[in-house]
Structures are given as structure tokens and as C-alpha cells.
């Protein structure tokens, strides 16, 4: 069972690897157009919540590259380095985005809703996964309650995990939708720059569809196994 996780987990993490290396190619094309507004994500950030009404959300500069996201806990916008002060169509696309998941937020979009309320799950889920990983390959070869035991554990961990992965799906292509759809309304990014922006959000989802996909096939595989080991 666990040499076959760590197959898929082995496989998933390459494909994941050349996803981000893309994205990451594609963000530094575009982070070599100047945005035409004379904006950078930080200001792009502040019109979007404005445009939105939003007044309680906080644009604040994170550390890390390509480290931005939106906290809902404490409504902050966090944009790593490059996209806060970033003059440019990749600073403009990301920060929209995040800003996106904001506008998500004070419209109670239910997804962004779920999303929230599992992350304390899925991170005792994640935990469970990695007790699983260790200690797995000693308990190959016991009988067969232990194993199946174990197997039905370690489907409900994953279960969690895909669910998780899921609905992060949603949330995250709404979010760029709202961003793109801002973009090319208040004129902040339009013509070449908003496809610039659409082609950079684009390749962000596919991130996020790698991470669900891997999370499905080793869900898929674990009932693969306990169904297995029924016959």
C-alpha cells in the first residue's frame, strides 16, 4: 500500500514541480510588462477593495516570492515583495486575485465559507498523513485487522485532504474570475495586459488542479486497496 502512495506522491510532486516552474516563467515574462496605469499591486489592491466597498480588509507586504494570499481569520491581503511594490502585469493579476478572495469573503461566498471552516481538519488530517507515512512500512506484514485498520484510517485522512483540495478548485477559479473581470472594467488592465493577466492566473489554477488530482488518485488507490482486500 505505501510503496504505491509514495509512487503517486513521487509522481504528482514532479508534475507539481514543473507546474510551478512554469508559473514562474510566466510570472517573470510578465512581470517585465509595465502595467499602463502606473499602478503597482499594492495600489491595485486598494482600487479593487474600494471599487468593492470593502473597508475593514487590510493590504499588508509579506515576505517570501509568490508567498501572497488572503487571510480571512484577520482580513488581510498578504502580497509577497515582487507583487506589492511590483509596477507590472504579474504585481496587478496576483494582487486582483487575492483581492478576489476578499470580495469572496464579504460576500459570503460559500465555498470560500467550507474552505475555512475545514482548515483546522485538514491540518490534523495532514498530521495523521505523515504518522502514516512513518510508521506504515512497519506494520507491513500484520495481520489482517491491523491492516485494514490502518487502510480505513488512512482513507478517512485522505478523504479529508481531497475534499480540502476539492473545493479549493472553486474558490480559487472564482477568485481569478473576479480579478480579471475588475481588471478589464476599471481599465486597470486591458488589451495585451489583461491577456498577460489571464495567461498568469491561468497557470496559478493549474497548480491547484495538480494538488486536487494528486489528492483524488491516492484517495482512488487506498479504496482501490481496502475493497481489494475484501474479495
Same mark, same amino acid.
Given at each position: ?18 507546474l510551478n516552474s512554469?508559473?514562474?516563467?510566466? !510570472? ?12 503597482? /499591486?499594492?495600489?491595485?489592491? *486598494? ?43 504579474? =504585481?496587478?493579476?496576483?494582487? &486582483? *486575485? ?6 469572496? *469573503? ?29 510508521? /506504515? !512500512? ?8 491491523f491492516g485494514n485498520?490502518? #487502510? ?11 475534499? !480540502?483540495? #476539492?473545493?479549493?478548485l472553486p474558490v ?16 486597470? =488592465? ?6 498577460? &493577466? ?11 488542479? =495538480? ?8 484517495? #482512488? ?11
Amino acid at each position: 500500500m505505501y510503496i504505491g502512495l509514495i509512487i503517486i506522491s513521487v509522481v504528482f510532486a514532479g508534475i507539481g514541480w514543473l507546474l510551478n516552474s512554469r508559473l514562474r516563467s510566466v !510570472f517573470a515574462k510578465y512581470a517585465r510588462v509595465p502595467l499602463a496605469s502606473g499602478m503597482n /499591486g499594492a495600489q491595485v489592491a *486598494h482600487a479593487m477593495l474600494r471599487h468593492y466597498g470593502i473597508d475593514d480588509v487590510r493590504i499588508v507586504a509579506g515576505q517570501g516570492k509568490l508567498s501572497d494570499h488572503y487571510n480571512p481569520a484577520t482580513k488581510t491581503v498578504n502580497l509577497s515583495p515582487e507583487v506589492y511594490q511590483g509596477y507590472n502585469v504579474s =504585481a496587478a493579476s496576483v494582487a &486582483a *486575485h487575492e483581492c478576489g478572495h476578499a470580495v469572496q *469573503h464579504a460576500t459570503a461566498y460559500a465555498a470560500l465559507g467550507l474552505r475555512s471552516k475545514l482548515v483546522p481538519v485538514v491540518n490534523v488530517s495532514a498530521q495523521l498523513q505523515q504518522y502514516l507515512f512513518m510508521f /506504515g !512500512f512497519m506494520l507491513i506484514g500484520a495481520n489482517s485487522y491491523f491492516g485494514n485498520t490502518l #487502510l480505513v484510517i488512512a482513507i478517512a485522512a485522505f478523504s479529508i485532504t481531497a475534499l !480540502f483540495a #476539492l473545493i479549493t478548485l472553486p474558490v480559487e477559479f472564482d477568485a481569478s474570475r473576479r480579478a480579471l473581470a475588475w481588471l478589464d472594467s476599471s481599465g486597470t =488592465a486591458v488589451g495585451i495586459e489583461h491577456e498577460g &493577466a489571464k495567461t498568469t492566473l491561468w497557470w496559478a489554477a493549474m497548480t491547484y488542479v =495538480a494538488a486536487a488530482l494528486a489528492a483524488v488518485t491516492q484517495l #482512488l488507490f487506498l479504496l482501490a486497496r481496502l475493497l481489494g482486500s475484501r474479495d
